[in-house]
DNA sequence: TTGTATGCGTTATCAA
DNA sequence: TTGATAACGCATACAA
């Protein structure tokens, strides 16, 4: 059984009336009879109208559609921003097209060449771990389309950001782990071509400075989040001499992993080395001893980014830029 | 800095040609000359033209989006399907529009009237545990929208679906505990209006009445997947004077609660009680004892649901329905 | 308050 | 091999 669309057209024909009367009635424009507008509405439910978003979109030039770019869709703590987004703009009447840039520049700047391409309205990007240039997101100025940063933002760029304030965030952890009583404190980072990581590790040496605490250069170790490259950052440490008693990792996936390599060295935990984390994934909850960590409001943050990506799709031009800095909150459990 | 986009218009203006040559130019049709094709590609390059795919779609009444509802993006399995998804989709020059049910029949029926509005080529989907009806997906054959189920299927409808053989999974799960000498073996079921529930609970059954084994009604429990409920059940479980020597439970989520909530009532696992789960998410590796458990290729599903998908949007009404079902593996590990 | 006419950027049909 | 022109479905300026 094929069945064509219906379109105004069909609603007028049926009305005897004209299509813009039609289009005016549906698009709740003040300069209609109420009477006619009643039995459009009527009609169009009768004959299951959808009005054509294509059609729409052409003639307006703007789409319902917004485009997101996330390194992983698989992490969490994505896929709970994503959920955030997700609901915002639900509400909002927009969609929301999803791409993954896997850790990839190249890949990067494919996913924003799409989205280009389907004229999204507005884009929220989290950036890969290779991304050392901006200009494919720059350039989206040119073509008017906004876009958002969230989490791994540029931070000499001029757009709108929504972030935790790692710096600080980190500076707390430190200082919570200092005043647990652990001397010997490293810190496990990760790519320092990412903002997050070069502020949370700033946020550590910072706190360690103020309180005066033993350093060592050998306890700032970089992974590339893989679980491989952590195990052998864990290795290094029980190597040293001057050993951390307790290990601040970058987030939650490198501290699960730690912990794991830690137990399978025999090594008690906290005991002889704690370790603390970063996001407050459902994961921290599950290893054993239970993750310290520190909550990162992900859901929050997809829908602070996408409501703030939103006006800015409805004021073009007349925003100016604004950073969003999200309360973290330190969850004690039993790894420190 | 304004640009407006370039349009084909603007190309053969510059040109000095038609707009029809330059389309047929970039749409690679054979009736144009060698050169003129040439031309026309190096000017729409310098130029930096990308079509306008709003009146693409509207002219040919296509789009290159497809949908995915899912029940709940942020649990791993379904965020895995959709990077499947996504990995096929880009490279068939598709766009993911991707929405969450919730797991609310009123949400899924929401989310399919959007994407049937945003004119989607299709649709992927996973029923919510509330979907105890179909007219909502089956109006959209009216409409020629195709769509494929994945995972939590309708079992009677006659669309394309991937899925695993959920019953034999099940026979073999609860056979290899049979085998590892459990006399007791408890299902911990979920919602029985999902098929993959329903057809589990089957395969338990078959194999423990195949293999003559001790059978008592109330080792069969149904949770809502929460984690009270999975406790409760726990409690019931721990109650009984015939207790369970090892639960089967219908996933890894409500598996893992059931070994937190084993393990604060000091029960050893797997000497007292065993436990299994169904998917090998992440978690089912970092839990303690590491969780034995069925493997659920979501990556496979997710990719083999969008290739059919996209052969049905290429031949629309040609293709009778398929049903793909996937090979699972069982992975041994400590928690049996 | 309503109708007429035009154009958004494509593709497709017909002549040339 | 190319060009002129008509649609696709909608919104809107203008006329009535």
Not at 42 to 56: C, G, Q, T, W
Not at 134 to 158: A, C, M, T, W
Not at 167 to 173: G, I, N, P
Not at 223 to 243: E, H, M
Request: charged share 25%; glycine share 4%; hydrophobic share 35%.
């Amino acid at each position: 059984m094929k069945r064509e669309h219906v379109t105004l057209k069909d609603i007028a024909k049926k009305l005897n009336i004209a299509v813009s009367t039609v289009s005016r009635a549906l698009s709740d424009l003040p300069t209609i009879k109420d009477e006619t507008k009643k039995m459009v509405m009527l009609a169009a439910k009768e004959m299951d109208y959808h009005p054509n978003l294509f059609a729409k979109s052409l003639k307006t030039k703007s789409s319902n559609t917004i485009g997101v770019v996330v390194p992983d869709l698989e992490l969490h703590f994505f896929s709970s921003c994503i959920s955030g987004m997700q609901k915002t703009c639900l509400e909002n009447g927009y969609n929301l097209i999803i791409c993954q840039s896997n850790e990839s520049l190249e890949q990067e700047k494919f996913n924003i060449k799409t989205l280009q391409d389907s004229r999204v309205g507005g884009i929220l990007i989290s950036l890969s771990r290779e991304t050392n240039s901006f200009e494919h997101l720059n350039q989206l100025k040119e073509h008017q389309i906004p876009f958002v940063y969230f989490d791994r933002v540029d931070e000499n760029g001029s757009n709108s950001k929504v972030v935790i304030n790692d710096e600080e965030s980190s500076f707390e952890a430190t200082q919570y782990l200092i005043r647990k009583g652990y001397k010997n404190i490293a810190f496990l980072c990760g790519p320092k071509i990412l903002s997050i990581c070069k502020n949370r590790l700033i946020g550590y040496q910072n706190a360690l400075r103020s309180h005066q605490m033993n350093f060592e250069s050998d306890w700032i170790l970089e992974s590339d989040l893989s679980r491989q490259t952590t195990s052998a950052c864990i290795d290094f440490y029980l190597g040293l001499k001057n050993q951390p008693d307790a290990i601040l990792a970058i987030n939650d996936t490198v501290a699960i992993d730690c912990i794991r390599h830690l137990k399978k060295n025999n090594i008690e935990i906290p005991r002889q080395i704690a370790v603390m984390g970063f996001s407050n994934s459902p994961a921290a909850e599950i290893i054993e001893p239970n993750l310290t960590t520190v909550e990162q409001p992900s859901f929050d943050m997809g829908q602070t980014a996408a409501k703030r990506l939103l006006e800015e799709i409805r004021h073009p031009d007349a925003l100016p830029s604004k950073v969003f800095t999200l309360n973290t909150k330190i969850i004690e459990r039993d790894s420190t």
